[in-house]
């Protein structure tokens, strides 16, 4: 019997969720008997909506929508961050969580894939205001989270500070203190060593492996970011400490660019003191479409889903693309970009730095024992390039991109998972 499609969206505009259908539909012919069980990719297990009340400084009330999806949990437990921006939707939130499934068992992590979000500009709301949102939204979404039901972290618009407010805000909830219960925490609190880079530093280690298999030096690349948070001035200060050279960066700000580099140390201090990237002395503004356009040896997209189109991948000019974002690039512009040889490293496999160490965070947290941050790198670096070289090769024998390699492999993990558990009751 075929399942009827999800009622709750809409079927003309399905949003970044139709983009994880695709990716599902392109990986189903290489599943074999698995594939009999390939409808539960296509479903979230869990979806809950909450309303989220605050006080504003100002004495008024006002209401956010709030999401936390469980889209699987075959494997172990939900882990995906929390996303506070004003653009989020259910559609969003659910193929974030899908691909959290995805790339936890791309790279072998015992985690399902969850993920939460939002529905607010934290711009405009004070720290307080912020605050009393986090807390009211973790009181809100409790019911389903926990250190061994789902593991929230940061994603965009949220940092430790608002991890240390939900561990808080749990731990008072069940009586007792809880630092498993969320990963990216301050340091003080049980957050990891090497996790504020993490993501950022999965990206780099991904790309020079790429480039190995290639033949692309490091040493003397140039290096165009679309997206200047967390993740990818952390990719732009690793790859400028092995000798690449940044030649643009963008942000919600605005876009630059200098042929002759960019010191993102010192852009990062900039950006700091101005709040973005516009009108940094020591390069020129260009349009924020063109850093995606710019002639270089790696593109790291690092900002938001479907920026890379079937109308703009045409006029792509790098060797690989390293994606620090989730889902910036649509299928269309995938089969564009095989076409002109352009290599892409997945998001699932690309940006999973993040929550491998979100994962030695909460294995850290369990045994109360603590790695330095040299082991950490160390034990990042090992997972990853072994992740990569387990998906390059699924991608020779089979003769097919990364991203279905990838799918491909992950897939494979979690429909076995889903097989040898059967259905209860």
Known sequence: MKSEPLSYLSSENIGPWEIYLAQVDRVTPYLGKLAFWVEDLKRPKRILIVDVPIQMDDGSVAHFEGYRVHHNTFRGPAKGGIRYHQDVTLSEVMALSAWMTIKNAAVGLPYGG??????VDPRKLSPGEIERLTRRYTSEIGIIIGPDKDIPAPDMGTGAREMAWMMDTFSMNVGRTAPGVVTGKPIAVGGSLGRQDATGRGVFVTAAVAAEKIGLPIEGSRVAVQGFGN?????????????????????????????????????????????????????????????????????VPAALEKQITEANAWKVQCKIIAEGANG????????????????????????????????????????????????INAKLERLMRQSFEAVWQVAQDKKVSLRTAAYIVAATRVLEARSLLGLYP
């Open 114 to 119: 969850g993920k939460g979000g939002i529905r």
């Open 328 to 375: 910036p690039t649509t299928p269309a512009a995938d089969d564009i970009l095989g076409e002109r040889g352009i290599l892409v490293i997945p998001d699932v496999i690309a940006n999973a730095g993040g929550v491998t160490v979100s994962y030695f965070e909460w294995v850290q947290d369990f045994n109360s024992f603590f790695w330095t941050e040299d082991e």
């Open 231 to 299: 993740v990818g001035n952390a990719a732009a200060r690793i790859f400028h400490d092995h000798g690449a050279k940044i030649i643009a960066v963008s942000d919600v700000t605005g876009a630059i660019r200098n042929d002759a580099g960019i010191d993102p140390y010192d852009l990062t201090s900039y950006v700091k003191q101005m709040g973005g990237v516009k009108g940094y002395p020591k390069a020129e503004p260009i349009p924020a479409a063109e850093v995606l356009t710019t002639p270089c040896e790696f593109l």
